[in-house]
């Protein structure tokens, strides 16, 4: 069966960080993570595309500035700039609720870092989740032992509940923690990101 898009599912894509790990091990001055080139395309692109399988691209954002080549998708910044993934998702629940109302129980929320090329490999897993309950509950998934925060879902009504107030530099981790949750085993190239020079070589991205 082939999969449609998903009016009750969205995505908030992480764009906004500093990528200082990146920048610090690189021998050659860099364009910020999001931005790095993988296959020909932004690793952001990829990330678009991936989430844009199933849903909606109105029903996407993108937290980070408004340079980032996201076409068609919406991108706002969180207020402070940079002031950590928590202030993301914040923002980023905050826009979807000015533009489409209140949630509703059967909607879900996919959480997604901007840097992981290979993303599409995991978020199988999670369309799987969301589909599969009537009322899914938090998902994370986890690699080699590894939680990776940045791809992970939260139904969107307790996700209005666990980020409410903007608290900055927040961890994220931590809050999804304080939720009962499921962990999903995604492959280690799903969460391969780019934090440092060596891991994007080890990715295969071009510089």
Same mark, same amino acid.
């Given at each position: 069966?082939?999969?449609? *898009? ?21 021998p ?8 790095l080139?993988? %296959?020909?395309?932004?690793?952001l692109?990829?990330?678009? *595309?991936a989430?844009?399988a199933r ?5 996407i954002?993108?937290?980070g500035? /408004? ?7 919406a ?8 002031? !950590?993934?928590?202030?993301?998702v914040y923002?980023?629940l %905050?826009?979807?609720? %000015? ?6 129980v059967?909607?879900?929320v996919?959480?997604?870092?901007a840097?992981?090329?290979r993303?599409?490999q995991?978020?199988? /897993? ?10 899914a ?7 080699? !032992?590894r939680l /990776? ?9 307790l996700? *209005? /509940?666990?980020?409410a107030?903007?608290?900055?530099n927040a961890?994220l ?35």
């Amino acid at each position: 069966m082939v999969a449609t *898009e998903d009016s009750n599912l969205f995505a908030i894509i992480l764009a906004g960080g500093a990528s200082s790990r990146l920048h610090a091990t690189s021998p050659l001055p860099t364009v910020d993570k999001p931005l790095l080139k993988f %296959q020909g395309k932004p690793v952001l692109t990829h990330v678009i *595309e991936a989430a844009a399988a199933r849903v909606v691209p109105e029903r996407i954002v993108v937290i980070g500035p /408004q340079s980032l080549p996201t076409g068609d998708i919406a991108t706002v910044y969180e207020e402070p700039p940079r002031s !950590g993934p928590y202030m993301g998702v914040y923002t980023g629940l %905050q826009y979807f609720a %000015q533009q489409f109302g209140p949630a509703t129980v059967a909607e879900g929320v996919l959480l997604l870092g901007a840097d992981m090329p290979r993303i599409a490999q995991g978020l199988t /897993q999670l369309f799987d989740h969301h589909d599969a309950a009537t009322h899914a509950g938090v998902a994370i998934t986890q690699a080699a !032992g590894r939680l /990776q925060p940045l791809l992970s879902y939260v139904p969107r009504p307790l996700a *209005e /509940q666990v980020f409410a107030k903007p608290v900055i530099n927040a961890g994220l981790m931590k809050t999804l923690r304080t939720c009962e949750h499921r962990v999903l085993d995604v492959p280690d190239a799903a969460v391969a990101d780019l934090d440092t020079y060596q891991a994007a070589i080890d990715a295969g991205i071009t510089f």
